[in-house]
């Protein structure tokens, strides 16, 4: 099965398995998180349907990527700049696609006490 996830501003094709580098995102090496923003899914040929639909990743690592040096010049004015940028990098590891678990526990409702319910009325 695979997905299109959008992270970063970016979207990238997943299927689970895959180490894909995205734009930074809060977290450390080894913590879990979860992909929401899932556009498209499907297997082979077939799309299915993507409400309520995850993608549980793990990072693999915090890194910085090529330095991309920026060089800024006049000609004729004596004017030169000279800038290099790293961008931030987080390296993830797609663990499942799948649909959200809910984790919460249903709460049922204590029954009052007849002779508690009588008092109040009362």
Do not use: C, W
Not at 74 to 102: C, F, M, P, V
């Amino acid at each position: 099965m695979f997905a299109v996830v959008r992270t970063g501003g970016k979207q990238y094709r997943v299927a689970a398995g895959d180490k894909i580098v995205v734009e930074k995102l809060d977290g450390e090496a080894g913590a879990s998180i979860t992909l929401g923003d899932v556009l498209l899914a499907g297997e082979g040929a077939e799309l299915k349907s993507v409400e309520g639909l995850t993608v549980a990743a793990e990072i693999i690592a915090q890194a910085k990527g090529e330095k991309v040096i920026v060089f800024k010049k006049r000609r004729r004015h004596n004017y030169r700049r000279r800038n290099g940028h790293r961008q931030q990098h987080t390296i993830l590891k797609i663990l499942s696609i799948g649909a959200a678990e809910d984790k919460k526990p249903a709460k049922a409702k204590k029954a009052a006490p007849e002779g508690e319910a009588q008092s109040a009325e009362a």
